[in-house]
T-cell receptor, first 113, second 111 residues
């Protein structure tokens, strides 16, 4: 059964720092991997989608990489800002469960001014 | 811009009531999903649908049912609400190669 793990569970950094959030998954049979952002009490906002055949995707200050063979993805945030404070969720569209999304528990990021 | 709309942001219902949570998407996506999110447990899949009038059970279907009469609308039904169904409910739709789009969530409190 696919399992997704995110490390660390929480992270606090000063404004301006570059940071990396980690995601690992146990079964490499995935269709794609998606990173989401969730603000308190709100829904999920899609940040980046990486197809299984791709290695990385970029959007503004965000860069996500995927190494399917080792079951790892990283989300890199450059020049962090207080507005980046949120919970970041990694999810894989799992080939073994009819393509359903399997989520990690998230990393709660706090960027201090 | 792609949109998934959940009809209510906040709901308070009494134990034993029948509750309907509505979700509408405007993207012509085939697939629609209902999740619940609880602290420490993350997101868990309740039901999903790959086509009109089609439904499949997710990981925690007990106490819930769904309806998909039209492609754009997927409803979650709590047959007899209980306090352990107090949660954040999230609807999503997806298309292969495009990924998932989520609604803004419904915070349901059952008293």
């Amino acid at each position: 059964k696919q399992e997704v793990t995110q490390i660390p569970a929480a992270l606090s950094v000063p404004e301006g720092e570059n940071l990396v959030l980690n995601c690992s998954f146990t079964d490499s049979a995935i269709y794609n991997l998606q990173w989401f952002r969730q603000d308190p009490g709100k829904g999920l906002t899609s940040l980046l989608l990486i197809q299984s055949s791709q290695r990385e995707q970029t959007s503004g200050r965000l860069n996500a990489s995927l190494d399917k063979s080792s079951g790892r993805s990283t989300l890199y945030i450059a020049a962090s800002q207080p507005g980046d404070s949120a919970t970041y969720l990694c999810a894989v569209e799992d080939g073994g469960s009819q393509g359903n999304l399997i989520f990690g528990k998230g990393t709660k990021l706090s960027v201090k001014p | 811009d792609v949109k998934v709309t959940q009809s209510s942001r906040y709901l308070v219902k009494r134990t034993g009531e029948k509750v309907f949570l509505e979700c509408v998407q405007d993207m012509d996506h085939e697939n629609m999903f209902w999740y619940r999110q609880d602290p420490g447990l993350g997101l868990r899949l309740i039901y999903f649908s790959y086509d009109v009038k089609m439904k499949e059970k997710g990981d925690i279907p007990e106490g819930y049912s769904v309806s998909r009469e039209k492609k754009e609308r997927f409803s979650l039904i709590l047959e007899s609400a209980s306090t352990n169904q107090t949660s954040m409910y999230l609807c999503a739709s997806s298309l292969i190669g495009i990924g998932y789009t989520f609604g803004s969530g419904t915070r349901l409190t059952v008293v």
